[in-house]
């Protein structure tokens, strides 16, 4: 019959652990069918849950109350009581020994007779560490014996019946060594100027510490003046004179670095108009009298030095800068009063 071979797949599909195979068969045969208690025993083994465990399992019974497994199976799940015709389903035995193979009861000889009895297999291991315990010591007493006889072979031997002789060390004595002596050139000519000064001066940079804060081109023009960069002194300072022209320390510094770059013309006219800024500017007339010294064109250079001096005394490179062009006007006398000043 179709059903008995379903059933029968059904169960092979348990067996082998195909829960889903097996619930889908033992459905449609209980579609078929639900009035098969076989049908629902079966169907309570794949179920999911407990609650259509115990649904298949009431269903068994309901069909066929005498059926002991549905029995037993609600009365574990705890849905029944166990009455006294049911019986628990015996525990399985279970043998837990290990069949063992029969020793060999042939009598033992030689060797393994000794090794067989423990008093004789302890004493033997015994025995051969003492063996072994004198062979080590016996080979570490021979090392030690060879190495003092040959430490002893290499020591020096001295006989105290041998006189000992101190033999002379040799001294070195240093050997002379002549002097000579190369003279002194001795200078012959006029004598300079510079001799005759109780101390010489220091020329410095000649500057005016006038502060102008609100123009950041006359800060930086100075830091360039101190760095040595004069063409970017002239940039900056041009730019504050532009910014202030009413100032004239900073057209004094714009003639200081023609000068100092060598664009006499740029800086006589920078002098000229710190000059017309500020007539009682020394500095300026300074300058000046410097360039004009310079491009030697016939201007009053002593006048210049002479009014820079009357204005501020403390200029020592006003009195320097004047006995220089004395010095190139061939007035050493005058030269020297500027440098004993």
Same mark, same amino acid.
């Given at each position: 019959m179709p059903d008995d071979k379903m059933l029968k797949e059904a169960v092979d599909a348990i067996s082998k652990g195909q829960r889903v195979r097996a619930r889908d068969l033992l459905t449609r045969l209980l579609r078929a069918d639900q009035n098969n208690p076989e049908y629902w025993l079966w169907m309570s083994s794949v179920v999911e849950t407990q609650n259509e465990r115990v649904y298949c399992?009431? &269903?068994?019974?309901?069909?066929?109350? %005498?059926?002991?497994?549905?029995?037993?199976?609600?009365?574990? $799940?705890?849905?029944?009581?166990?009455?006294?015709?049911?019986?628990?389903?015996?525990?399985?035995?279970?043998?837990f020994g290990l069949d063992l193979t029969e020793e060999d009861d042939a009598p033992k000889t030689g060797l393994k007779k000794i090794w067989a009895n423990k008093k004789y297999r302890y004493s033997s291991l015994g025995g051969l560490l003492v063996v072994l315990i004198l062979i080590f010591a016996l080979g570490y007493q021979g090392f030690r014996s060879a190495m003092d006889a040959r430490s002893a072979a290499l020591a020096p031997?001295?006989?105290?019946?041998?006189?000992?002789? $101190?033999?002379?060390? &040799?001294?070195?004595?240093? *050997?002379? *060594? %002549?002097?000579?002596? &190369?003279? *002194?050139?001795?200078?012959?000519?006029?004598?300079?100027?510079?001799m005759k000064l109780e101390a010489t001066y220091t020329p410095a940079p000649v500057y005016v510490n006038t502060p102008h804060a609100i123009i950041d081109a006359y800060r930086l023009g100075i830091r360039a003046y101190y760095s040595g960069d004069y063409h970017k002194m002239l940039d900056f300072m041009r730019q504050a004179s532009k910014l202030d022209e009413d100032a004239a320390d900073l057209h004094y510094y714009v003639g200081e670095a023609c000068r100092l770059i060598g664009d006499n013309e740029c800086a006589l006219e920078a002098y000229n108009k710190s000059i017309e800024v500020n007539p009682n500017f020394a500095s300026a007339y300074l300058g000046r009298g410097r360039v004009l010294g310079a491009m030697n064109t016939g201007g009053d250079v002593a006048a210049?030095?002479?009014?820079?001096?009357?204005?501020?005394?403390?200029?020592?490179?006003?009195?320097?800068?004047?006995?220089?062009?004395?010095?190139?006007?061939?007035?050493?006398? &005058? %030269?020297?009063?500027?440098?004993? *000043?």
């Open positions: 399992l009431e &269903s068994v019974l309901r069909l066929d109350p %005498a059926n002991t497994a549905a029995q037993r199976g609600l009365i574990l $799940m705890g849905v029944r009581r166990p009455g006294e015709d049911v019986r628990p389903v015996p525990m399985p035995k279970r043998r031997t001295y006989d105290w019946r041998t006189p000992l002789v $101190m033999l002379p060390t &040799s001294t070195f004595l240093p *050997t002379p *060594t %002549a002097v000579v002596k &190369s003279p *002194t050139p001795t200078y012959i000519g006029p004598t300079p100027l510079w210049d030095y002479q009014k820079a001096i009357e204005l501020d005394p403390n200029i020592p490179d006003a009195y320097l800068a004047r006995a220089d062009y004395f010095i190139h006007q061939n007035d050493p006398e &005058s %030269a020297l009063k500027d440098l004993e *000043t």
